[in-house]
């Protein structure tokens, strides 16, 4: 088993800057790809960022491009999401999850280990 656990969420106002993290422990070994994906109320869970945890590509959706910077430190288990210049539509819960199979998909459904997820507000 795999567990995350995401912090560093919070209330900003529209431009400002947050960084999210996500701490991986148990069965590390095994995760071959990190994400970052969020759900607002009511809608669908909506990829983000992904990266396979041992590559160089880094995929991000296209509202988030240029905006939002992924990083990750394999010896701490630790993975970030930076994101500048934040927008009242980035507003939901923001999520970490693991896969242990693929290369940093872009389908929620392919994780098999998820946090518990942090809130993001962003107020116009």
């Known amino acids: 088993q795999v567990q995350l656990v995401e912090s560093g969420g919070g209330l900003v106002q529209a431009g400002d800057s947050l960084t999210l993290s996500c701490a991986a422990s148990?069965?590390?070994?095994?995760?071959?790809?990190v994400g970052w994906f969020r759900q607002a109320p009511g809608e669908e869970r909506e990829f983000v960022a992904a990266a396979g945890w041992m590559g160089d590509n880094i995929y991000y959706a296209d509202s988030v491009k240029g905006r939002f910077t992924f990083s990750r430190d394999n010896a701490k288990n630790m993975v970030w999401l930076k994101m500048n210049s934040l927008k009242p539509e980035d507003t939901a819960v923001y999520y970490c999850?693991?896969?242990?199979?693929?290369?940093?998909?872009?389908?929620?459904?392919?994780?098999?280990?998820w946090g518990q997820g942090t809130q993001v507000t962003v107020s116009s």
């Open positions: 999850a693991a896969d242990e199979y693929g290369l940093g998909s872009t389908l929620w459904q392919k994780y098999e280990y």
């Open positions: 148990g069965r590390t070994f095994s995760i071959h790809a």
